[in-house]
Structure formats: C-alpha cells, structure tokens
C-alpha cells in the first residue's frame, strides 16, 4: 500500500475530502471520552458508575486485540478497488448500528446491554478509523508533506470534537432541551454524517496501489516490529499521551463541577475553549516538526503541554475568565501528539519496507490504535477508583473531602506526570529526516530496478 511514486503534494481539495470522515469519527469518539460514561451513570440510563466505568474498561481491553487482526487484515487485501477504501466501507454500517443502539438507549439500560453494544461500536470504529490512518499514509511519502497530510487529519477531528461539544449546547441552551436529548441529537448527527463523509473519500480520494505482491510471512514476521527501537518508543510515547488525556475526559465534568463550582453548561464551555486552541494549535506544530524534527516538536509540545494543564488547577473557583483562559492556553499542544506520532509511525512504514520488502503499514497503524485505545481503557481505572474513593454523582451530590483530594490528584497530578514522561520516552529518537531521505532514495532506487527488470 506504499507508493513512492505517488504525488509529494496533494492538493488541499484532496486532503478536504480525505478528512471529512473524521468530523463523525470524532463526534463520536468525544462522547466515548468525556461524556457517555457520566450519561449512563447518570439518572437518565442509572447505571452506578463503578459498573459504567467497567464496561467502558472491559470493553476497551478486549478491543485493543482487534486492531491487530484488522491490520494484518489490511495488509492481505489485494482487490482493484484498494484496501483502506474496502476496509472503510464495510466498517461504516457496523458502526451506524452501535451509535444509534448506545446514543439512543433506554432508561435502565443493564450492564450487558452497554457491554455488548460498546464492543460492537468500538469493533466498528477500529476498522474505520484505522483504514483511514493507514490510507493517510500513502497519499504522500515525503517526510514533510506527512505532517501536513496528518495536520489536515487532526484539524477535521478537532472540529469534529468542537460539533459534538455544541449540538447539546445547542439543545439544552437554546432549544431549551435536556442533557438526553442533547445525546440522542449527537447520535444523530453521527448517523447522518457517517454514510456523507464516507462518500467523499470514495469519490474524490485516491488510493495508491501496491506496485507488487509481497510475502507476509507469519506471527513471527509481525513480532519482529516491536524489536525496532523507533516502533517502541513511538508506541510506548502513544500510550501515555492517551492514557492523559484520557483522564482529563473521563473526570472533567466532575472537576469542575464539583471543585470548582461551575455548573454543566459552563464545563461544556470549557471543553469547546480546550478544542478550539487545539484547532488553533495544530498548524503550529506540524511547522515546528519541518524545522526541527517530529519527535523534538512532540518533545516540546508534550512539556508545555504538563506545565500548562498543571497552572488550571491553581485557578480560583468560580472564576469562568481566568479559568477559560488557562484551559485555552493549555489545549494549544493538544494536538500535537495526535499528528505527529502518526506521521512519525508513517515514516517507519517506508523504513520496513525497504529493509523487509513487505509492506507492514496497516499493522503498523494497528499498533498505534492499540496503544492510544490502551491508554484510553486504563484512564477508565480513574472512575472506578473515584467511585471506589466515594464519589457521588447524581445531580446537587455534596461529596466529602476524600472524595474531592482524589478527584484532584487523578484529575491534576497523573496527567500532568503522564505527559512529562512521554517527552522522556522519545529521547534518542532514531528516524530523523535526514535517515528518512536516505529511505526514500532507497526505496526509489529499487523500486526503478524493480521496474526496469520487469520491462526487460
């Protein structure tokens, strides 16, 4: 699925289009974040949090085993249409049953029902949003032209996340409606959007062919990426960048509602604000990485990233003003990890490629979903412990001191830990740009041999 032949630089039409999906995909991965865990523990489904925040684990534990078997999938499909184009189609009405079986849940929805749908959505969103990953990374090979592939990737998440944080603004706010029906509405944009957005790519994107067949030998032959250091530090990098802010969703209601004193409203604002720097920030980091490199920019990114989201939590209660500025100021890194460490894992691709001959790109991808949806199912630990801690949440709950020190620590102290440690992982980062140009001339070089043999 590697093609370095193909274009350097698509046109930014190309890169619209390629992106749209993501507006749905992210609509519906911030609710799985931040905010279907507090509606089913809710009055309005009453599932207790503790069994809420065990589904919501179980089920992301169990997950991140399927993003291998759809790469390895991946990897093996050879038809004339492509294989992230086929892999992406077949996902879709997968994941249009499950939003509409968890958004439009009845009250008193049991364990089971939540387990079950949950897995099915979170098997639909793995194949399509790892098709997409992978399809990325063959629209251009160049070392650059990734970042800004993967900036217009991440930018369509962003405002993806920024729709699905005004459509229950919009219900409850100005429709006058309640917190359920802004969820069904959520539901309903994904609905729709989801068949639209896939479309797009379908019509007006195009997919680079393989330029030949290649052995993909067994479980041995896959095992052998986690030797490379670069695949390592790149996944363990992953892990901890999705396990912070992770928790940051999974509690944020809870923090400012019940720390600081702000009501649901004024926290939804909040998550907008956070989102919008991001959008803001993104353009920023993709041109720090052409100038000093991806993995110093995600070094950079992810230190600024700690030292600012640890400032929120010493802003006085009450206090909308300053507090929406700390939070704008602290989700301008947001992005960058999300980006660049896809692009980063891009760039490895093309190296196994040369080195091995076989294109590994979708399981590569796979093991990048496993590691951020891994990050994600542990940052579900934090509501387990929280409600273990005593943590009341139905509506006007006043909750003990205990309750609120933990919700503090886990809300403040691990993320702000979490991403100091990322910018430590990638220390001595070994694919820079200059040994990714020496790739690319090699798989240049024998992809001409290749070509000039077979015209003999």
Avoid at 106 to 114: D, M, V
Avoid at 369 to 381: E, R
Wanted: positive net charge.
């Amino acid at each position: 699925m590697s093609q370095p032949s193909s274009p350097a630089r698509r046109s930014n039409w190309v890169l619209a289009a390629f992106s749209l999906p993501c507006l749905p995909y992210a609509a519906l991965g911030l609710p799985l974040a931040a905010v279907l865990l507090n509606y089913y523990a809710s009055d309005a489904v009453g599932l207790p949090l503790t069994m809420a925040s065990l589904a919501f684990f179980a089920v992301r534990g169990i997950d991140i085993f399927f993003d291998p078997i759809v790469g390895w999938g991946m990897d093996r499909t050879r038809n004339r249409w492509g294989p992230y184009r086929t892999w992406i189609t077949a996902g879709t009405p997968i994941l249009m049953l499950a939003t509409w079986m968890i958004f439009m849940v009845k009250p008193g929805a049991s364990f089971a029902y939540l387990f079950v749908w949950l897995l099915v959505l979170y098997a639909g969103f793995s194949i399509c949003t790892l098709a997409q990953l992978a399809w990325a990374a063959v629209l251009s090979p160049d070392y650059d032209q990734r970042s800004r592939t993967y900036g217009w990737w991440q930018a369509a998440n962003i405002v993806g996340v920024l729709i699905a944080l005004f459509i229950p603004v919009v219900v409850m706010k100005v429709m006058g409606g309640s917190f359920t029906e802004g969820v069904h509405a959520m539901g309903w944009f994904i609905l729709v959007a989801l068949p639209v957005t896939l479309a797009a790519n379908l019509l007006f994107v195009p997919e680079p062919k393989p330029q030949k067949e290649t052995p993909h030998g067994g479980l041995s032959a896959y095992l052998q990426l986690f030797r490379r250091p670069a695949v390592r530090k790149i996944l363990i990098c992953d892990l901890l960048l999705g396990l912070a802010p992770g928790i940051t969703g999974a509690l944020l209601y809870y923090f400012f509602e019940s720390v600081k004193g702000f009501e649901r409203s004024q926290s939804q604002m909040f998550l907008v604000i956070y989102f919008v720097a991001g959008l803001i920030g993104a353009p920023f980091w993709s041109w720090l990485a052409t100038r000093v490199g991806k993995d110093r920019a995600l070094q950079i990114a992810s230190i600024v990233y700690a030292i600012v989201y640890l400032t929120v939590g010493f802003v006085p209660a009450g206090n909308f003003n300053l507090t929406a500025a700390a939070l704008f100021v602290a989700g301008l890194p947001y992005a960058a990890g999300l980006l660049l460490l896809r692009a980063m894992m891009a760039d490895i691709g093309d190296q196994v490629r040369l080195e091995t001959g076989q294109d590994r790109m979708g399981l590569l991808f796979s093991f990048l979903s496993l590691t951020t949806k891994l990050g994600y199912a542990l940052s579900a630990v934090a509501g387990y412990i929280l409600g273990l801690a005593g943590f009341d949440t139905s509506e006007g709950a006043v909750n003990s001191g205990q309750a609120l020190t933990v919700l503090q620590v886990l809300f403040l102290g691990a993320p702000t830990l979490l991403l100091l440690l990322a910018a430590w992982s990638l220390k001595r980062y070994p694919l820079t740009r200059e040994s990714h140009a020496e790739v690319l001339a090699g798989l240049r070089a024998r992809d001409a041999l290749e070509a000039g043999s077979t015209a003999g």
